[in-house]
């Protein structure tokens, strides 16, 4: 029927409804769509619940994404954004099926930056400023757009992307979900940027970041992009590093190590945010040294066997041939310098529900530093 009738909207936007409903809670019946038939439907009307069914879709597995992408589902989707400006609920459930669709597939993050997505997501997130599931999504799109991509952080950033993230950032201080997708995004965006991160330390982003992981203490999502952010602000700046050393970061970040020991993201990002601080900064090292931080750098070593990354970081560190305090020895604390990669890559294992397990340790901390 639908096939029959596929220039009738009505009949597509009521064949998306149906299906929707058929793909909601069966990983079977989504695989059988999207083996069979999908394309005959879905993609076609700008409608809510085309962009509700696409989420679907594309939220049990890479292939699954691959195969919504290749059928049509990232330009229907940011089509139904655009065609459905101030309509909050669309817009937030087409950056949500965006930020899905670019989850681990690097071939739909092409296809979204092709499509001009990155400027539907961040002219909604503009334009609805107040709605706080749009700006959550949002962040969380852009997030997940960036995190495997070295070019996507500059368009980003070119449609202002990174000042409409900080203003979230502001606006919805006690959302978690706000605060993680944005924060990670402020780490993409500040890594060897140093424009963008003179614009994040005059609009208050390291005050952002503090209160992220004041606000939240027991969220290890939030707290660790948080570090990363600050990790990104602080890498390869003298005076950055300065600034953070009188905000009060270290003993911050030192309790929420301290909090979180079974949390491999939250000690791999605090490790890394120390490092970044107390490179080129004696008061730094000195302020590091005395909250014992090397002790945690050891013990997270200890609860983290398989977390094949921190142990290299600290094992590179503990190599020096500096006395105890080789941890922070300036021969080790430059190597974090070098860009090998970005802290966003990460993002996209931590949407899964056990963050320190193997997968996401040995696939994501490799372009981490």
Not at 29 to 43: H, I, K, N
Not at 85 to 107: I, W
Request: aromatic fraction near 6%.
């Amino acid at each position: 029927a639908l096939r029959s009738e596929i220039a009738d909207s009505d009949t597509a936007e009521r064949g998306c409804q149906l299906f929707d409903s058929y793909a909601a809670d069966s990983i079977a019946c989504r695989t059988q769509l999207l083996a069979e038939g999908c394309d005959a439907v879905p993609f076609v009307a700008n409608a809510a619940s085309n962009t509700r069914f696409i989420l679907k879709l594309a939220s049990d597995a890479p292939e699954s994404r691959k195969r919504t992408g290749e059928l049509g589902g990232v330009a229907a989707v940011i089509d139904a954004m655009r065609a459905s400006l101030r309509k909050t609920h669309v817009e937030a459930c087409g950056c949500n099926a965006l930020m899905q669709l670019s989850t681990r597939c690097p071939e739909n993050v092409q296809r979204i930056v092709e499509e001009k997505g990155i400027k539907a997501v961040c002219m909604s997130m503009f334009k609805s400023e107040e709605d706080m599931a749009l700006q959550e999504a949002g962040c969380g799109a852009l997030r997940f757009v960036m995190a495997d991509s070295e070019d996507t952080p500059d368009e980003v950033d070119d449609l202002g992307g990174l000042q409409i993230v900080m203003a979230a950032l502001e606006k919805f201080p006690m959302s978690p979900g706000v605060q993680e997708h944005g924060l990670c995004c402020i780490a993409n965006l500040c890594w060897h940027h140093p424009d963008n991160q003179e614009t994040v330390v005059l609009k208050g982003g390291v005050e952002l970041a503090l209160n992220a992981i004041r606000n939240h203490p027991d969220q290890a999502k939030v707290i660790a992009f948080a570090c990363a952010s600050l990790h990104g602000i602080s890498n390869d700046h003298k005076r950055h590093r300065e600034v953070l050393g009188r905000s009060g970061a270290i003993p911050l970040i030192i309790e929420a190590m301290e909090r979180h020991p079974d949390m491999a993201n939250v000690q791999a990002y605090a490790c890394a945010a120390l490092q970044s601080m107390a490179c080129g900064s004696f008061a730094n090292k000195r302020a590091v040294i005395q909250h014992q931080a090397e002790d945690l750098a050891i013990n997270a070593m200890e609860v983290h066997p398989r977390a094949w990354k921190l142990q290299e970081f600290a094992l590179e560190s503990e190599s020096s041939e500096a006395l105890p305090t080789s941890f922070f020895n300036s021969s080790t604390l430059l190597r974090p310098q070098k860009k090998v990669g970005k802290v966003g890559k990460v993002g996209n294992f931590l949407n899964f529900p056990n963050p320190s397990s193997i997968a996401f340790i040995s696939s994501s901390l490799g372009h981490s530093w």
